[in-house]
RNA sequence: GGAGAGGUGUCCGAGUGGCUUAAGGAGCACGCCUGGAAAGCGUGUAUAGGUUAAUCGCCUAUCGAGGGUUCGAAUCCCUCUCUCUCCGCCA
């Protein structure tokens, strides 16, 4: 949620600056309702401290013995004016916010103009892309007859899910271990275990509800929950309403969890193979911080991400995303992709991303400075990173002639020493 | 699944319709006192919003959440939720 204040002072600021992410803004029915809000908010709190006014009279009356009929008389009908103006006050609050919901965070000023992925801009590139001398293979003819098995999955539950059997279940399970292992260790971060359903208000918090709920899985439930598209959500709503003392930033997290998405509006994108899957296994980084360290907090978590990468030794490039491809929450976010030889191209693994205060403002996640003062937290998260992707790298780029696939020393530890996968 | 007890501020805890403007205590911060400390004394110690150029101030809301009754609700009623105890079931 963007700070009330700044809409309050310059709505047409916040309009030209979300025109980078295509946003329409619309001002005149912001100010209009703002205009409303605030003589109706006048209006009601007048009215409830006259009627406080008066019932406390009345309650003095009676306790010296007085009379209290003339009293009550004097109240008349402000019970039923001020029910009108609560209610009245109470609908213009509820359009106001759902208007504010559903406004994106203003992007960075160092976010490049532009409508969609085409237009992203290559930060780096790491490693060479791998010449091979024989016909390669996509991770889905790869595996055909030993590893990724679609044709269960659609069984057993339908499109965009897969079973994996032997090594190639142990390989994915040591991309996991393995992730956690160096983050937990190298980098510093917290390991947590969190729920894999989440409620509306957690999802309202990081930004998932109300716009997008078409993407989430609902369960069925007299309460209203759902699975979480990713880790992002429950961890960071562990500090939904919290105040933290300034010594405990940076909070950092890591934490591994299934994401699910329904993937609605992407039927035609990326049906071979498991690059797009409605169940998919993440580990993930979540940090707390400073605001003034946010910017620097970007960058170094970005490199925790590419660290795994490098480990692993498998070729990437970081791209920043440009304004039409910038998520709602987001005011700017770094994109890692590594190399996929089967599709000849670079694919998205990890997405780093700076929210500075708009989740934590839907969180009400703030700390208390030295000073005393209470503010806003600012948040970031980044894939580190997405282990199903991930292991379709592994297995195109580090594939053998005779169909194998050979397994980066990194992860051999993880993998009870397997060394290499048979065909 | 059944029965019961609860949820009050940073913490403990009182509070069954109006001197509650949430008592009292602990903790914390500052001040006085002291050679220094402890003790003692004093002052302060929530959040969100509105008003204001801003501070002070003033106003409104918040006692798990949401409704309701009432001139007036922490207190009474309803629904939900979470915690604890006992029974049952269970990995």
């Not at 019932?55 to 009356?61: D, F």
């Amino acid at each position: 949620m963007l700070d009330m204040k700044v809409l309050r002072a310059d709505p047409q600021r916040v309009a030209d600056a979300l025109k980078v992410k295509n946003y329409q803004f619309d001002v005149a029915a912001f100010t209009h309702l703002e205009e409303r809000r605030k003589t109706l908010q006048a209006q009601t709190e007048q009215l409830q401290n006259e009627r406080n006014t008066k019932s406390k009279s009345i309650g003095q009356a009676k306790a010296q013995g007085e009379d209290i009929q003339p009293l009550l008389a004097a109240v008349g009908d402000l019970g039923e004016r001020l029910d009108t103006t609560k209610k009245e006050f109470a609908q213009v609050q509820d359009d106001l916010q759902a208007l504010v919901m559903g406004i994106p965070n203003l992007p960075h000023e160092s976010v490049p103009l532009g409508q969609d992925d085409s237009d992203n801009q290559q930060l780096a590139v790491w490693g060479t892309p791998r010449v091979f001398d024989f016909d390669v293979l996509d991770h889905v003819d790869l595996t055909a007859d030993s590893g990724l098995d679609f044709e269960t999955a659609a069984k057993v539950t339908g499109s965009r899910f897969v079973v994996m059997h032997g090594q190639v279940a142990r390989l994915h399970r040591a991309l996991i271990q393995f992730m956690l292992h160096k983050h937990t260790q190298t980098h510093g971060y917290n390991e947590v275990y969190v729920p894999y359903i989440a409620n509306a208000d957690s999802f309202r918090g990081t930004g998932q509800l109300p716009k997008f709920a078409q993407d989430q899985f609902k369960l069925e439930h007299e309460q209203e929950l759902y699975l979480v598209p990713t880790a992002e959500v429950p961890v960071t709503n562990i500090y939904r309403g919290e105040i933290l003392a300034e010594a405990e930033l940076p909070v950092k997290h890591v934490c591994h969890t299934p994401c699910f998405r329904s993937e609605a509006g992407s039927y035609g994108r990326d049906t071979r193979g498991m690059l797009r899957q409605h169940q998919f296994e993440k580990v993930e980084l979540v940090q707390l911080v400073h605001p003034a360290t946010s910017w620097d907090v970007l960058d170094s978590l970005t490199g925790h991400a590419e660290a795994i990468l490098q480990d692993l030794e498998l070729p990437y490039r970081s791209v920043v995303l440009c304004g039409g491809d910038l998520g709602f929450g987001a005011a700017k976010t770094i994109d890692l992709e590594v190399w996929v030889p089967g599709q000849d191209t670079y694919r998205e693994v990890s997405s780093c991303t700076n929210f500075l205060d708009f989740q934590a403002r839907r969180l009400q996640a703030r700390y208390r400075s030295a000073q005393g003062d209470i503010e806003l937290l600012h948040t970031l998260n980044g894939s580190g990173l997405a282990i199903g992707r991930t292991l379709i790298a592994l297995l195109e780029n580090y594939q053998q002639a005779d169909g194998s696939v050979s397994v980066p020393d990194a992860l051999r530890p993880f993998a009870d020493d397997l060394a290499q996968i048979k065909p």
